[in-house]
Nanobody
Framework: QVRLVEFGGDLVQSGGSLRLSCVGS????????MNWYRQTPGKERELVAT???????NYVESLKGRFTISRDDRDNTVYLQMDSLKPEDAAVYYC?????????WGQGTLVTVSS
């Protein structure tokens, strides 16, 4: 059974940092593009960052320089390092592994940023 479980969401002050983790089981996170999304109430889920099986990374333009996606294949974990957090970064963050025949999601982890 495939599971993705996110960790690391917390309350942080504006300007602070958080590192989110997405731990995979039942599948290797390196075999397909791995994405981080975020969602706030009333809005559509927004793609934040992607890491490809080869390790190439892509970010939504507005977050470049503040967010970093990485992957540890030994631990089968993908990370999202978030620096210089702003109140508008507050959201539920989800990891997503999307292949040709599957589309797996974690349950989400809540990030709250106080101003």
């Amino acid at each position: 059974q495939v599971r993705l479980v996110e960790f690391g969401g917390d309350l942080v002050q504006s300007g602070g940092s958080l590192r989110l983790s997405c731990v995979g089981s039942g599948i290797f996170l390196s075999e397909s593009p791995m994405n981080w999304y975020r969602q706030t109430p009333g809005k559509e889920r927004e793609l934040v960052a992607t890491i490809t099986p080869g390790g190439n990374t892509n970010y939504v333009e507005s977050l470049k320089g503040r967010f970093t996606i990485s992957r540890d294949d030994r631990d089968n974990t993908v990370y999202l390092q978030m620096d210089s957090l702003k109140p508008e970064d507050a959201a539920v963050y989800y990891c997503n592994l999307k292949g040709d025949t599957y589309d797996y999601w974690g349950q989400g982890t809540l990030v709250t940023v106080s101003s």
